[in-house]
């Protein structure tokens, strides 16, 4: 599978997939005390899109996957390796063997990679050393997140954020590399400030002898401590990668953020000079779907014709870990 020498990346299509159920804020508020006033003006969201009964992660993926080979031109028996970014997985040993079989993709290696709602840009960057060191020539790279399965519905400070969906983007060998920089961070003395834990409860074996069954906790989050962080560490790691990159803000197509909250798109915007203009945001219709949100972004605003061959864009995803990171890149070949 080595292309022989090493390259350039370049990203050369996008995909997108969303469950049909779309719940709306006036939805929730008939089973808890909210309003759409109170979340759309704290978060920005209107509707989320979320999984029903005997839907799975790996449709989402696939269908996300599917577009994306489309999009390039690319048939799934030209796959190198497959990259799935989720912290939702249908099968805690992982997705992305499933997703592969289900597209077709029969040379290609698959596996998941774990890094919450910065997943897709971890996985950008892990899935670019691949190609830029020979091993691998094109790349199919999916953020995918079910979040909806593993909230607590009683919980108004967390339920309202969350919404399902995939994103996917081709990658491939190129003799100009549009992949200019990037920055990755992570701090492990954050991680309680947005979690969704792993616990093992006591189970009697003999009346002598106990063991722990495994059992995972809803989402669980620190609303003020996280949007303090993201204002003051997203600004950072793109201004980072910028400078590796040899570039100024002011020279940016757009921003292109993780979808949270548009408080937090509006402030990191503010704090790097960039006007709302020049800003990605499709939150209001999906909510937070964690690695799944920015590539989902990319793939509308690629599809409408907004961004075009060549623009610069500057891309960052932050969450639970606490991990963060930031990848400026030029769209297309």
Not at 41 to 59: D, W
Not at 169 to 192: I, M, P, T, W, Y
Not at 194 to 199: E, H, P, R, V
Request: negative net charge; contains cysteine.
């Amino acid at each position: 599978m080595s292309n022989g020498s090493l390259a350039g990346v370049a990203l050369i299509g996008t995909g997108a997939a969303a469950p049909e159920l779309a719940v709306t804020n006036d939805d929730l508020a008939q089973v808890m005390e909210t309003s759409d006033e109170w979340i759309a003006s704290r978060t920005g969201i209107r509707q989320r899109r979320l999984l029903a009964p005997g839907e799975s992660l790996t449709t989402l993926a696939v269908q996300a996957g599917t577009q994306a080979l489309e999009a390039a031109g690319l048939a799934a028996s030209d796959l190198d390796l497959i990259v799935l970014a989720t912290s939702t997985a249908d099968d805690r040993f992982g997705t992305a063997s499933r997703v592969q079989h289900a597209l077709g993709a029969t040379r290609a290696v698959a596996f998941d990679l774990t890094a919450a709602c910065s997943g897709f840009i971890f996985g950008l960057v892990t899935a670019a050393q691949f190609i830029r060191t020979g091993t691998y020539r094109t790349v199919l790279l999916i953020g995918a997140d079910g979040l909806s399965h593993w909230v607590d519905w009683s919980d108004r400070r967390t339920c309202v954020l969350f919404g399902d969906g995939a994103g996917a983007v081709v990658l491939q060998a190129n003799s100009e590399d549009r992949l200019l920089g990037f920055e990755l961070r992570s701090d492990g003395s954050g991680h309680h400030h947005l979690n969704m834990a792993c616990q093992a409860e006591p189970q009697a074996l003999t009346p002598d002898l106990s063991i722990g069954r495994g059992n995972v906790t809803p989402i669980t989050m620190n609303g003020q401590e996280v949007y303090r962080f993201a204002v003051k560490a997203v600004p950072e790691v793109v201004e980072k990668s910028l400078y590796r990159s040899g570039l100024a803000s002011a020279e940016l197509d757009w921003l292109l953020l993780h979808q949270a909250n548009q408080r937090i798109l509006d402030a990191v915007a503010h704090r790097l000079a960039i006007p709302s203009a020049k800003v990605v945001s499709n939150l209001e219709r999906y909510g937070n779907t964690s690695a799944a949100s920015i590539p989902l972004a990319l793939d509308e605003w690629v599809r409408a014709g907004r961004i075009q061959p060549g623009h610069l864009i500057a891309a960052s995803g932050f969450g639970a870990g606490l991990t963060w990171g930031a990848v400026v890149f030029r769209w297309g070949i």
